[in-house]
């Protein structure tokens, strides 16, 4: 190996790189216009709010990493958590009601995938008819009420421990969300399962003709996302204590923007659940920034959109830098 291609490998910086430093200069910016921004407890604050964000970022990455996106997991969170509450309230344990929303999301993600195959569809046009049918169904079977288990049921250590009821430093849904973001990084880049929705979003194609059932996983990728959107319908159940007819539908631009600001591109092939975190956290801090500031939450919306724009063009460009580079390379060696 050359001396300069060693050099080259070296000075290789993590894919991460540019949204933690964007972080840091988002968080210094607003610390430094309201400096009772810059408090852990703030940070920790910012985390827990946006655990849930996060949660469903983590299963996105999976998505775009195999060129799909999914519009319906805010409503599969919502009926889910609705099931789970519903469920508790009549006198079901728990531990089953938690089941019940796993079991729940399991199945409308299996649903989306499966439809998805067998109409030989993209999964946004699929998601984009089944997240009303979600939406509506659980308006139908909470009464377009919100679903509030009594005292007895919140006295349940699940409840207490979601709602940070407890003597932890660190708001619980922050560790579980950590905890959910360590397993599925280690999913996409250390098995055969992340190998093989890496190499579909590649190229299709070439990962039909290697042997990959792509149909196969591209359910397998759906299911995966609705199995994350119930757990995240049960732990917002846990955090919040209720749920209500809303929950859910306001996630869908930051939960995607985080999973595109951390790195993940929409062309497939690549994806970075570390970057997925960074980017709930720059989500959460422009959200939580904005407050502080004193400025009308709606233009968190807003800088939000901006800072997507601004995340694909400088990702395309850097994409474009390293394959100009890889060419120079190739030509140099040869």
Known sequence: MSTSKAASRRIRMPDELGVFIALLVLIGIIGAL???FLNINTFLNVMANNSILGMLALGTVFLLAMREIDLSFGMILNLSGVLAGLSMIAGVPVELGILIALVAGLTMGTLNGYLSVQFRLPLIIITLGTASIYQGTSLIVNNKGSVLPPPEVKAHWFFQFMGGLTDFPVPPIVIVFLVL????HFVLHRSRFGYRILAIGSNPDSARLAGINVDGSRIQVAALMGVIAGFG???FLGFRGAIDPTTGYQLLLPVIAAAIIGGTPLSG???T???AVLGTLVVGVIATGVVFLGIDATWSTFVTGVVIV???GIDQL???QRRNRAAVASAGGQ
């Open 233 to 235: 319908g049960a732990m």
């Open 310 to 312: 601004v995340a694909v």
């Open 181 to 184: 973001a360590v397993v599925l």
């Open 269 to 271: 092939g690549s994806g």
């Open 34 to 36: 309201q400096p009772k």
């Open 318 to 320: 850097v994409r474009v």
């Open 273 to 275: 659940i570390i970057g």
